[in-house]
């Protein structure tokens, strides 16, 4: 056996997400050779195609053309929400951040039904390991998690993406005064995340009365889940299929909203 064989292999990274088929349909395969390279971003690589490389950057005012407010959405699935967005807002430029290449693919499809705003980009991308590296601090005026996968199982919640490691990665990258929006139609999901949210002295409930959005649902409610607390549905959310899926199954769809505390006098990023 050699020295090699001997030395201990580095942990193994916890990702947030599983790479699943990456095989386009016929339409999804048009749509991606049309408008790919006009809204999929495509930085230096690192280690995986996931991760960009250290020499990656983004300057948001050469990609936009325009220097604008940015709204990020981590985990924008099949794109009905970011699409939308971007053609009801035009004065905002949006990121849509997104590792499942048929996700994106169908988002180039909705963007094209929506008239090809020139207000969104695309980031095939780890949000965790992306956006520190190619955004700079405080750049982000609203931050957008909607659904992300709940990891139900406790052996997988260390896999679920808001855990401390993502809010260490984004929470710079807010402006003082930033939205942080999230919402799942899993109860401990919410248990958990408002666990990890409620804690960062970065954040403050942006409805601190607010009240649970029912007390029944097909999936038990944790004890100690807060009645307070809670953000009314945001409007600016389409109803998107996961949405819709979750409703259907009768369960409750928990929404947060969080504003970024300012940065101390002296601390704001130059």
Same mark, same amino acid.
Not at 40 to 45: F, I, K, N, T, Y
Not at 250 to 269: C, F, I, M
């Given at each position: ?61 050469? %990609? ?17 929400? %970011? ?48 956006? /520190? ?31 401390? @490691? ?5 929470? @710079? ?95 704001? /990023?130059?």
């Amino acid at each position: 056996m050699s020295a090699d064989d001997r030395a201990p292999k580095p942990p193994r990274e916890i990702v947030s997400f599983v790479r699943r088929g990456e095989r386009l349909s016929s339409g999804r395969q048009k749509a991606w050779d049309r408008w790919s390279q006009r809204y999929v971003l495509d930085p230096a690589r690192g280690e995986r195609d996931t991760v960009p490389g250290p020499e990656a950057s983004f300057d948001l005012e050469e %990609i936009f053309g325009r220097r604008a407010e940015l709204v990020v959405e981590v985990g924008s699935g099949l794109g009905e929400n %970011i699409a939308a967005a971007a053609a009801e807002h035009p004065e905002r430029d949006h990121l849509a951040v997104e590792v499942y290449r048929p996700g994106l693919a169908q988002t180039l499809s909705r963007l094209e039904r929506a008239g090809l705003p020139e207000n969104v980009r695309l980031l095939p991308l780890d949000a965790q390991r992306s956006l /520190p590296v190619l955004l700079p601090e405080a750049s982000i005026a609203q931050l957008w998690v909607y659904f992300s996968d709940p990891w139900p199982k406790s052996r997988h919640h260390k896999r679920r993406l808001i855990n401390p @490691p993502f809010l260490d990665a984004v929470l @710079p990258l807010l402006a003082d005064g930033a939205t942080f929006r999230l919402a799942t139609d899993w109860a401990q999901y919410a248990h958990h995340m408002r666990h990890f949210l409620d804690a960062r002295e970065e954040l403050e409930l942006a409805h601190p009365e607010g009240p649970r959005p029912g007390d029944h649902s097909s999936d038990a409610v944790p004890e100690g889940m807060p009645r307070t607390g809670w953000a009314p549905r945001f409007e600016g959310r389409v109803k998107t299929s996961f949405e819709a899926k979750g409703r259907s199954a009768g369960r409750l769809v928990w929404d947060l909203a969080y504003t970024r505390v300012p940065r101390q006098s002296g601390s704001a /990023p130059t």
